[in-house]
């Protein structure tokens, strides 16, 4: 049985800043979780909520309407635990699913750091669930996610392990309001400000062998809570990993030559 994640999951996540500007003063930088997803070709494709990096994303007013990202750093750790950041050109190609609801991107970088592995933890496709996967998923199966929210280490700047079991039938669109939300599933734990973008991941059940069991896979992104005006705080949601073998088809993504890896 495929017992991903190793220990080391919990590095799997990385911090981002975003700074966004109207042109004028820039805002304070918006902190986040995204990770990483090399799916065969050796480019790293970094994975997010789409309003992450889009500040007017399905907002109720014109407010941010003029806010353009400026300024795009993800951090994380090393194998020897030395901290390091990466600067992402904010003009770089991103990639969206045709479902505007769907809060994912897939974030393809035009430039890096010319260094080896420059990425040192990160997902490769096989630990991503497709829809064949998705069936062995069932309610109040166990999830974790790790990520950057306001109660990350501080001292260490070290990221944190939530978890969490999933609440409705990760075969349909959840809904909290009877609003179409996208291909999302609704799960009993807290979702706060930062860890949006965390990857969810549900380990492996039961036995090689039994009944019922499966291996353990990446199954999506976290995106939020729900408003507590519609219910109880500790339910959260996330986007289903379907979404992203659905963004890389669509741009053909698993077809670009390794040449085309930055150097």
């Known amino acids: 049985m495929y017992n991903y994640p190793p220990n080391n999951f919990l590095y799997t ?122 069936k062995d998923i069932l309610p109040y199966d166990l999830i974790c996610f790790t990520g950057f929210p306001n109660t990350h280490d501080k001292l260490m700047g070290r990221p944190i392990l939530r978890t969490g079991t999933i609440a409705s039938d990760p075969n349909f669109e959840y809904s909290w309001d009877k609003n179409s939300h996208g291909n999302c599933v609704a799960y009993e734990g807290f979702s706060t400000e930062g860890a949006s973008g965390s990857p969810i991941f549900a380990p492996p059940r039961g036995m090689l062998g039994i009944p019922n069991s499966r291996d353990g896979y990446l199954i999506g992104i976290n995106a939020g809570h729900i408003p507590e005006k519609y219910g109880h705080s500790a339910i959260s949601y996330f986007y289903k990993s379907t979404i992203i073998h659905q963004i890389i088809e669509k741009y053909k993504l698993s077809e670009l030559p390794a040449v085309e890896k930055a150097k």
């Open 13 to 134: 996540s990385y911090r981002i800043e975003a700074i966004f500007s109207n042109g004028e003063e820039p805002i304070s930088p918006r902190m986040a979780t995204g990770f990483v997803l090399e799916i065969g070709n050796g480019i790293p494709f970094i994975i997010t909520n789409r309003h992450v990096i889009e500040l007017d994303y399905k907002q109720q007013t014109p407010k941010y309407k003029d806010f353009k990202l400026v300024e795009l750093k993800l951090t994380s750790r090393r194998q020897n635990d030395t901290e390091y950041s990466i600067n992402i050109n904010p003009e770089t190609e991103f990639c969206f699913h045709d479902n505007i609801e769907n809060d994912v991107v897939i974030i393809k970088p035009l430039s890096l750091p010319s260094e080896t592995n420059i990425f040192h933890y990160h997902f490769n496709l096989e630990h991503l669930a497709n829809e064949e996967k998705y």
